[in-house]
């Protein structure tokens, strides 16, 4: 964003909306926007892509009050039938952080929002670490120990073809470099949001009640990896905080996450079957899938 430009507020459809038959034979084309925990890849789309976002919660009077680390997914024009990018799907839904952070955590110094993907790590056998509901205790009860199964968490910049994985092995300055480049876009985030909130009047449908404003937090896509089969999944986080080494905080138990004033969102992708094979397909996302009807 420039000085020059101006700050454009979009509304997600299905959103906010009053519930009369207009809008609702609308939102009835679209998965309703809530918290949802999963990103389901149907197997025809050869490229799904995200970045991060900071996602603000505010209330009455256009107050900020609480942070969420987001996503943003889309699927590339190179990847859709019909030639044009289609964001979230076509679906026109957020998935929101499980754990928010206050605002004030926000404007510190360092904070910012880093994207991760993980895998569960495998023994040589092929098993997952940390045993399966076989394992349960004697009594029926699940594991007593509570931890998190180990995960092979790999860094999601737009970057990497210029710095390389961002990894265990990588250089201190290369990770420095990426935490610096992550801050650098939730500061101008807050700007853009400063900038939109100053100017909202009486008039604006932010002065009322409570909403949550997404902004990008990078410019730039980064493809999503790929799915190995159709069991395979992966997990997707978004990290929003002013730790130094937001890897290491996904390997804490969550109550330890919560003392660190971290927002954490946290998202299982899999794979489906292809969306143009589906009887049921809305009319919605016929484009997205099919050139012509």
Request: aromatic share 6%.
């Amino acid at each position: 964003r420039t000085e020059e430009q101006a700050i454009t507020l979009s509304r997600l459809i299905g959103t906010g909306l009053d519930q009369t038959p207009e809008t609702l034979a609308q939102t009835h084309n679209f998965v309703d926007p809530s918290s949802n925990a999963e990103l389901w890849w149907p197997s025809d789309l050869s490229t799904l892509q995200i970045r991060p976002t900071l996602d603000v919660m505010i209330k009455s009077g256009a107050v900020p009050a609480y942070v969420l680390a987001g996503l943003e997914v889309r699927v590339p024009a190179d990847a859709s039938s019909d030639g044009k990018e289609w964001k979230n799907f076509g679906m026109n839904c957020q998935p929101l952080a499980s754990q928010w952070t206050s605002f004030g955590i926000a404007v510190e110094n360092g904070f910012r929002i880093e994207a991760f993907y993980g895998r569960a790590l495998r023994t040589t056998d092929g098993d997952a670490y940390g045993g399966t509901d076989a394992d349960d205790d004697a009594d029926g009860g699940p594991d007593a120990s509570n931890e998190k199964d180990p995960m092979d968490w790999k860094t999601l910049t737009s970057r990497k073809g210029e710095d390389g994985d961002i990894d265990e092995e990588s250089s201190i300055s290369a990770k420095e470099a990426m935490v610096k480049r992550s801050a650098r876009g939730a500061k101008t985030a807050l700007e853009i949001l400063g900038g939109l909130l100053a100017g909202t009047d009486d008039q604006s449908p932010l002065s009322k009640g409570m909403h949550i404003i997404s902004i990008p937090v990078e410019e730039e896509w980064t493809s999503l990896p790929k799915l190995n089969g159709d069991d395979d999944t992966y997990q997707l986080v978004s990290v929003g905080t002013v730790e130094s080494d937001a890897r290491e905080l996904l390997a804490w138990d969550d109550d330890l996450i919560a003392l660190s004033a971290t927002s954490v969102l946290n998202v299982e992708v899999s794979s489906i079957a292809p969306g143009s094979e589906s009887e049921y397909i809305p009319a919605a996302y016929v484009p997205l899938y099919k050139s012509e009807l």
